[in-house]
């Protein structure tokens, strides 16, 4: 039914109900199931180098944030590839990836490149001011996708 199922993943922990449902549709019908995980720059200095006209950062700074970046991408890489082995190991072909850049954006992109049929996002179910002032990346993705989008809660 699905050849690819795109899981977009901020916390293992919390996205266990997520993985199980991803895994349950997948089956053993060859869908693959690919774990997706965005690293937000904590300096957003780093998100582009051309972003940095104008600004006069001290190199030493600007150092330090793409080294924090580059560790934070290699740990979080290593604990979604451990991840997506697990899930394989149940007989589901499982990948994964790690981006930099902001998660709603990354995730849509991600469904166009990898030609995704169908993304299960876990949501904080943030209400009321908290979900007005943070906003949620599940609501940004299905607004903006034309494909099927499962939302489910933390678990």
Not at 17 to 36: D, P, Q, R, W, Y
């Amino acid at each position: 039914m699905y050849g690819k199922i795109l899981l977009p993943v901020d916390d293992l922990e919390s996205a266990g109900l997520a993985i199980a449902n991803a895994k349950e549709i997948a089956g053993s019908n060859g869908t693959e199931v690919i774990l997706f995980h965005v690293v937000s720059p904590e300096n957003p200095l780093v998100m582009h180098d051309e972003h940095i006209g104008g600004v006069q950062a001290a190199a030493d700074v600007y150092e330090a944030a793409q080294h924090d970046e580059a560790r934070n991408v290699s740990e979080q890489s290593e604990t979604m590839q451990a991840a997506a082995e697990e899930i394989a190991a149940t007989g589901v072909k499982a990948s994964s990836q790690v981006v930099v850049g902001n998660p709603s954006a990354e995730v849509i992109k991600a469904v166009g490149d990898q030609n995704v049929d169908l993304v299960i996002i876990s949501t904080h179910a943030r209400r009321g001011v908290s979900r007005a002032f943070l906003g949620s990346v599940a609501d940004e993705v299905m607004k903006e996708l034309e494909i099927p989008v499962m939302v489910v809660r933390r678990s």
